[in-house]
C-alpha cells in the first residue's frame, strides 16, 4: 500500500521556468533515488503549486521503473528517523526553520540537501497546463474553446489547482446547458476566480468607467454640477479609487476637478454608509469592479 495517486505522474507534469529546478531535481531523484546529491530533496512552494504532484510523480516513476521496491508517502508527523538512509523527498509550504512536529535532528539533515522552490507559473506554462488538462479530462474544443482556455490562463494566476477549478466549473455549466459555453458566459461563470485576484486598475480607467455606466462625461464628473446623478457617481469615483488604488487622496481630489481631500473621505464614507443600507448600489460596485477588472486585461 504505497497511497500514490496514479495520475501525479511526470508525464502529467507541465514544466516551465517556475518549477524547472525542481523538475530536473526530482527526475535525477527518480532515477538514481538514495545515491544522488539531492538527497533529501526538499520541495518548498505554496499551495497548488504542485508539491504533492512532484512528490508523488518520484515515487510512482521510481515503482515503475522499479528503482526501488518501495515508497512510503507519510505527513511529516508520522515521518521516522528510520527512513534515514533512504531516499528522501519532503515537501513544505514553510521554510524548514519554521517547521513545526519534526524532530530537530531532522530538521537540520533537511537542510543540507537542495531546497527546489515551486513557484506561480508564468502566462505560457498556465496555457500549456489548461490545455493539457483539458485532454486529460478528454474535455472537446468544442465545449471549451481555445479562446476560454486563454481568457483563464491570462486571468487566474494564483495557483495550478484554481486553474483546474476553472475548467471543472464550466465543464459543469456546460453540462447542465448541454451546450457549448461561449466566451461572455464563461467569464460570468468564473467571476469569483477572477475577481479573487486583487484589482490593479488606475484613476484614469475608473473615470472612464463610471462614467460610461452613469452615463455622463468627465466635465461632468470632474465639474461643479451638484444634480444627483453625477455628484452620486463622483462620489462613487472617489470611493473606488480610494479602495482600488494607492492614490493619496489628494491626488484622488485633484483628479476629480482640484477637490481637497476631506472631500474624497467624506465622499468614501458616504458610500460606505450606503453600502451598508442599499442592495443597489452593492451591486453598483459590483458591476463596477466588475467592468473594471476586464478594463485592465
Ligand atoms: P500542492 O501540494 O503544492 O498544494 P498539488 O500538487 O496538489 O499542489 O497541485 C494542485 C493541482 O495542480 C494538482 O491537481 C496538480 O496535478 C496540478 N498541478 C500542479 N502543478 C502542475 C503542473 N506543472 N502541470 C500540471 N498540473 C499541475
Redesign the pocket.
Known amino acids: 500500500q504505497t497511497q500514490l495517486n496514479p495520475?501525479?505522474t511526470f508525464e502529467?507534469?507541465?514544466?516551465?521556468s517556475?518549477?524547472d529546478v525542481a523538475l530536473a531535481a526530482a527526475h535525477a531523484v527518480s532515477e538514481n533515488p538514495g545515491s544522488n546529491s539531492y538527497n533529501p530533496l526538499v520541495v518548498y512552494?505554496?499551495?497548488?503549486?504542485?508539491?504533492?504532484?512532484?512528490?508523488?510523480a518520484i515515487g510512482n516513476y521510481s515503482l515503475e521503473h522499479k528503482k526501488v521496491n518501495f515508497v512510503v508517502y507519510v505527513s511529516s508527523e508520522k515521518f521516522t528517523i528510520e527512513m534515514q538512509n533512504k531516499q528522501i523527498v519532503l515537501?513544505c509550504?514553510k521554510p524548514i526553520k519554521d517547521l513545526r512536529g519534526i524532530e530537530e535532528r531532522l530538521l537540520s539533515r533537511f537542510q543540507w540537501g537542495l531546497t527546489a522552490d515551486?513557484q506561480v507559473?508564468d502566462y505560457e506554462?498556465r496555457l500549456?497546463?489548461l490545455y493539457?488538462?483539458r485532454d486529460n479530462m478528454y474535455i472537446n474544443e468544442s465545449i471549451i474553446s481555445d479562446e476560454i482556455i486563454s481568457f483563464i490562463a491570462k486571468n487566474v494566476d494564483t495557483?495550478?489547482?484554481e486553474?483546474?477549478g476553472c475548467i471543472i466549473r464550466l465543464l459543469a455549466s456546460a453540462s447542465i446547458e448541454r451546450q457549448k459555453i461561449n466566451l461572455e458566459t464563461s467569464k460570468e461563470i468564473l467571476r469569483d476566480f477572477i475577481r479573487k485576484k486583487e484589482l490593479i486598475v488606475s484613476t484614469a480607467s475608473i473615470e472612464k468607467i463610471v462614467c460610461k455606466y452613469y452615463k455622463i462625461s468627465t466635465n461632468d464628473l470632474r465639474g461643479k454640477s451638484r444634480r444627483q446623478d453625477i455628484a452620486h457617481a463622483r462620489q462613487i469615483a472617489m470611493y473606488l479609487m480610494k479602495t482600488l488604488t494607492s492614490v493619496s487622496l489628494k491626488t484622488i481630489g485633484l483628479q476629480l476637478g482640484g477637490r481637497d481631500h476631506s472631500t474624497v473621505i467624506h465622499a468614501y464614507n458616504t458610500v460606505e454608509d450606503k453600502l451598508k443600507e442599499s442592495q443597489s448600489i452593492n451591486r453598483e460596485i459590483e458591476e463596477l469592479k466588475k467592468e473594471l477588472s476586464f478594463e485592465s486585461n
Open positions: 495520475k501525479y502529467n507534469l507541465i514544466k516551465g517556475c518549477n512552494g505554496n499551495v497548488g503549486l504542485g508539491k504533492t504532484h512532484l512528490a508523488q515537501s509550504d515551486l507559473p506554462t500549456a497546463i493539457k488538462k495557483n495550478v489547482r486553474l483546474e
